[in-house]
């Protein structure tokens, strides 16, 4: 059974930086592709980034290019999400989903059209605020 779980959420100036955690156990993490979301309140939730199994692939929403950077230690099971300039507006609970499990290669996208995550995190809190 996988398992996601998140961290390094917490309460961080504007213009600052986080980075958040999703460690994955329970399946072979190289076959797992992992994206972001984050859902603030009143708002529905949306995608951040996400990474494809094999690390090559990375795609960012517009509201985040230039500023949020993704990236997996397939070492340590876990995937970072490196979080800089951060803006009052990026304050949202974040959540890691997972898409594949099964030996092949799995790709992502922030378009929720194009694929779905079976599995997702419990969510870390991001507060940006002065």
């Known amino acids: 059974q996988l398992q996601l779980v998140e961290s390094g959420g917490g309460l961080v100036q504007p213009g600052g930086s986080l980075r958040l955690s999703c460690a994955a156990s329970?399946?072979?993490?190289?076959?797992?592709?992992i994206a972001w979301f984050r859902q603030a309140p009143g708002k529905e939730r949306e995608a951040v980034s996400c990474?494809?199994?094999?690390?090559?692939?990375?795609v960012h929403a517009d509201f985040v290019k230039g500023r949020f950077s993704i990236s997996r230690d397939n070492a340590k099971n876990t995937v970072y999400l490196q979080m800089n300039s951060l803006k009052p507006e990026d304050t949202a609970v974040y959540y890691c989903?997972?898409?594949?499990?099964?030996?092949?290669?799995?790709?992502?996208?922030?378009?929720?059209?194009?694929?779905?995550?079976?599995?997702w995190g419990q969510g870390t809190q991001v507060t940006v605020s002065s």
């Open positions: 989903a997972a898409r594949g499990g099964y030996k092949g290669t799995y790709f992502c996208d922030v378009n929720p059209a194009l694929y779905t995550y079976d599995f």
């Open positions: 329970g399946v072979t993490f190289e076959y797992l592709a």
């Open positions: 990474i494809s199994s094999s690390g090559s692939t990375t």
